[in-house]
Structure formats: C-alpha cells, structure tokens
C-alpha cells in the first residue's frame, strides 16, 4: 500500500465549512465596531457586511472541495499559495457583491477587498496546516499503542503454542495460523499513510480473530455481517483491530463456560457507513462495562484518530446494552 500525500486543508469537510463561517463572521463582527454609533447601526453595517462577505467564504470553500484532488498533488506551500489566491478572488467577489450596497459614489476598495480575502485565507489555512500536523503525533501514538499491544508476549506465545500444538495432528491449520501470524505483522509494521479502506481493516480482524479462534475454539462464535458497498470508505489504519482484540479480553477471556458472541456489522446508511462490534459480557461482569477493567486506552485512541481524519462527521459510542451484549459504534462518511 502506497501512502498518499497528505492534503494541507480540505474543506470538503463539514467542520471546516463551520469553522471557516464562524471566523469570518467574527471577524465582521469586530469589523464592524469600527465607526458603528451604536448597536443598531452596528448590526446594520455587519448584516450589510455578512451579506458580501458569506456568500464569497462559501465560494471560497467550495472551490476548495472542487480543486481537492488537484491540490493534494502539489506541495505544501503551493497548497498554502493556491488557498491564499483563491481567498484574494473570494475578497473581489465579496466587493463585487457589497457594491450596490455602498452609499458612497466611491471608487470600490477592490484593494483592499483582495488583500483582506487574502489574509482571511491565509490564517483559515495555516489553522488547517496545524490540524493536519496534529495527525501525525496521533496517528503515531495509537500505532505504537497497537504495535505494542499486538506483540503482547502472552498473545504471541498463545499463538505459537496453538501452532506447536497443530502441527502434528492438523498441519494444514498450524501452516493457515503462521499465515496468518505473519499477515497481521506485516500490516503492522507497513507504512499505510493517513488512512486505510474499511475493507483492509476488515481483513485485519479477520487474520486476529482466525488466531484467537484457533486458541478459544467453540468457546468464541463469531459472525461477520458486511454490507459490500461500504468496503471502500475510509479510517485510519490499524483502528479496527485494538477494538475486535477489546472484545476477545473483555468479552471471551473471562468466560469460564458456555459460548462467547462476538459480531461484526458495517452497514452503508445512505452516504454514511456505519460500523458495529457487539461482544457478549460474561455473567460476571453484567452489571459492569467491561471498560471499567481496562483504561480505555483503545477507545480513546480510536475516538481522537477518528476525529482527527472526518473532524465532526463522525461519532463513536461504546458501552453496554439491555440485550446483555457490549456495543461499540462508528459512522463516518462512505468517501
């Protein structure tokens, strides 16, 4: 898998369009301060004001999200001096829209129009270029979380010894677990870039879960439920795995009898994905989350990466259910 260059902003997300709003009209807001005599005229000259203004911003964001794919070829300077060119023209188109507006016969700030679309852009943009650097550290840390926790010496000698144990009698399936042994650790130790398709995550859990399956036998009853047209969305890489391997400690291990549910469900829900790991709680452990046993370490790496690549469309909900069943939920765009 090749990583992709990674996009300086993108505002083709939903979260952009409402930061990138929100500071412009503040900007109008304090803007129009300036010369106001008093509230009501204040609010005369900011809706005079948003009226030019709004329109440009939407356009400026939507060319943005139309050159998406173009941009993401360039450097990252480039990609800064196409944003700040574009927020100029947005300046002019708000001038050009504000000018029958004016009640002076005064030449339009055209200038001035350019120059203030330009410096708006520029501080939307460099905003973006701190969000994306932020992925980085986030995205490393949840990696070596999940390197770390993969290479857990008990799931590594319980993987081996379930091979040892299949080599004489069922050498066709201790050859099928070392395969499998090997994909998961070849997945992990590649370079994936910012994210990965829902169908490569997939795959994932299945090599884990084959692993385990092998170890716990009739003890673990697993089902998969996936929904074809959802398979290329994206998330970010190794995010399903520390989830499904939640379910094995919290919803297999402590079963000391009877069999253990666990079920994977994606599903496309018009232009959204959603994805769903159900688990069964031991007795035990029923009028309990299996959460509180660990440090939700996993969820939370899950949650921040999560929002770090689809900013607020997305959500993520985990806990237990009245079917007796621990729900973990994702939704996120189909593309």
């Known amino acids: 898998m090749h990583a992709r260059r990674a996009l300086v902003f993108d505002a083709c997300h939903?979260?952009?369009?409402?930061?990138?709003?929100?500071?412009?009209?503040?900007?109008?807001?304090?803007?129009?301060?300036?010369?106001?005599?008093?509230?009501?005229?204040w609010l005369v000259h900011w809706s005079l004001l948003t009226a030019a203004c709004l329109p440009a911003t939407l356009a400026w964001l939507l060319a943005a999200c139309a050159a998406k794919h173009g941009l993401q070829r360039l450097g990252d300077a480039w990609q800064y001096a196409a944003g700040v060119a574009l927020g100029a023209l947005a300046g002019l188109m708000a001038c050009l829209l504000g000018r029958p507006m004016l009640d002076s016969p005064a030449q339009p700030p055209w200038l001035a129009s350019a120059a203030s679309g330009a410096l708006l852009a520029a501080l939307l943009v460099a905003a973006l270029m701190l969000r994306a650097r932020a992925r980085a550290p986030a995205a490393t840390a949840a990696r070596l979380s999940e390197l770390q926790a993969r290479i857990r010496p008990h799931f590594l000698f319980n993987a081996l010894n379930s091979a040892i144990a299949l080599v004489r009698e069922e050498p066709a399936r201790a050859e099928t677990l070392l395969e499998d042994l090997s994909d998961l650790f070849r997945y992990a130790l590649l370079e994936q870039g910012e994210s990965a398709t829902l169908a490569e995550e997939i795959a994932v859990a299945q090599r884990y879960l084959e692993i385990e399956q092998v170890r716990f036998g009739s003890r673990m009853c697993v089902q998969w439920q996936l929904d074809d047209r959802a398979a290329g969305a994206r998330l970010p890489p190794l995010l399903l795995q520390p989830l499904v391997e939640n379910a094995v400690k919290h919803g297999v291990e402590p079963l000391a009898a009877g069999q253990a549910r666990l079920r994977v469900r994606t599903q496309l829900r018009g232009r959204r994905v959603v994805l769903a790991i159900d688990n069964t709680v031991p007795p035990a452990l029923a009028g309990d989350a299996p959460r509180t046993h660990g440090h939700g370490i996993a969820q939370a790496n899950v949650r921040e990466r999560l929002r770090l690549l689809h900013d607020l469309e997305c959500t993520f909900s985990a806990g237990p259910g009245e079917d007796g069943l621990y729900h973990v939920r994702l939704s996120f765009p189909a593309s």
Do not use: Y
């Open 14 to 41: 939903a979260g952009v369009v409402l930061r990138a709003v929100l500071f412009v009209e503040l900007v109008l807001a304090v803007g129009s301060l300036f010369g106001a005599s008093g509230p009501r005229a």
